[in-house]
């Protein structure tokens, strides 16, 4: 699925949909800590979230360190944010809601 690039206007009306998040300075790249309650909240938070990736074809870049999850969502295929970062990070922000996010 190829989407295009999103320039700066129409990122930051996107970002006001997903407050949690932060963009890089080249805009390039959607980041957000997540910290949960423990080992097993963090790793449910990220299975959930591997089966909405897949489905979308559009896959995070993501570090664990036990109860903490760090996400860089950006679109490779086209060098940059494109909606389905949006998309992902909206999905993920449900996900996290649902399990007792701690920030
Ligand atoms: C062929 C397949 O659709 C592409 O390689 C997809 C897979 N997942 C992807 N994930 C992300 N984050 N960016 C991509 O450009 C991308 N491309």
Do not use: Q
């Amino acid at each position: 699925m190829s989407r295009p690039k999103l320039d700066s206007t129409a990122v930051s009306e996107k970002l006001a949909s997903v407050p949690d998040w932060e963009v890089d300075a080249g805009e390039t790249a959607l980041t957000r800590h997540f910290k949960f309650a423990n080992f097993s909240e963090a790793f449910g938070f990220m299975t959930r979230a591997a089966l909405v990736a897949e489905k979308l074809d559009h896959h995070p870049e993501w570090k664990n360190v036990y109860r903490n999850v760090e996400v860089r969502l950006t679109t490779h295929d086209a060098g940059g944010l494109t909606g389905l970062d949006f998309d992902l990070a909206t999905a993920m922000d449900r996900i996290a809601a649902g399990t007792g996010t701690k920030r």
